[in-house]
């Protein structure tokens, strides 16, 4: 069965740390990862990855996929109490025309003045 | 705001009623997909819908529910004879294009519904 995994389930850290949220991964065949950001609302588009070894980056924040060891960290450096929301994880299997998302449980970030 | 809109925010509904939750992707997007968030659990996909075309209903129940993607107007995820059970945050979200691209799923606020 698909699945994906994320650790930690929660995280408290103070502003200017830097956190490391780790995604991993199962899957009968792998088209995509993609990372989105939870707060309260909509989930929030981050990032897509499709090719291992490749960082994307926005700001602060950066993604890498290890397609070989089945998963994904996305960093955020100097956070900010406007970081703190839930960080999904979610993996798009090739499967024909099928596009559904198999999610991970999220990991919990709270960042403290 | 050309984002994807959902209404209604909050939905509350008795036992046996029927629940109808809409979804207008953003603009250009002709892909629409539901998912359900239960509480303390993850995202959980139901179905995924072109315009006129049910493409995957894997996720969805047998019984009760059902969507469509008419050819004008919003997509609607339909709950008939709603249970306790159905108490959930319902998200929509959609994509410019389908499978074989690398264009993102943008999802809405979602639709909270609370079963009496």
């Known amino acids: 069965e698909d699945k994906v995994v994320q650790s930690p389930l929660s995280l408290v850290v103070h502003e200017g740390d830097t956190v490391t949220l780790n995604c991993s991964y199962e899957?009968?065949?792998?088209?995509?990862l993609l990372w989105y950001k939870q707060e309260k609302k909509a989930p929030t588009f981050l990032f897509m990855l499709?090719?291992s070894g490749i960082e994307k980056k926005s700001g602060r924040l950066s993604s890498i996929l290890d397609k070989k060891e089945l998963f994904s960290i996305l960093n955020i450096t100097a956070t900010q109490t406007g970081d703190s929301a839930v960080y999904l994880c979610a993996v798009e299997p090739n499967a024909g025309n099928n596009r559904k998302l198999i999610w991970g449980l999220g990991t919990s970030l709270a960042v403290n003045p | 705001n050309a984002g994807v809109m959902q209404n209604p925010r909050h939905l509350v509904r008795r036992r046996g009623q029927e629940a109808r939750l809409r979804c207008s992707p953003m603009?250009?997007?002709?892909?629409v997909y539901w998912y359900r968030q239960l509480p303390e659990e993850g995202l959980k996909f139901m179905v995924y819908l072109q315009k006129e075309n049910i493409i995957d209903e894997s996720g969805m129940p047998k019984e009760r529910f059902s969507a469509e993607f008419p050819k004008e107007g919003p997509s609607i995820l339909r709950i008939q004879q709603v249970v306790r059970g159905d108490s959930a945050a319902y998200f929509c979200?959609?994509?410019?294009?389908?499978?074989?691209?690398?264009?993102?799923?943008?999802f809405g606020d979602g639709t909270r519904l609370s079963i009496l």
């Open positions: 499709t090719s």
């Open positions: 899957v009968t065949n792998f088209r995509s």
């Open positions: 603009k250009g997007h002709s892909h």
């Open positions: 979200a959609s994509s410019l294009s389908g499978a074989y691209s690398n264009q993102p799923q943008h």
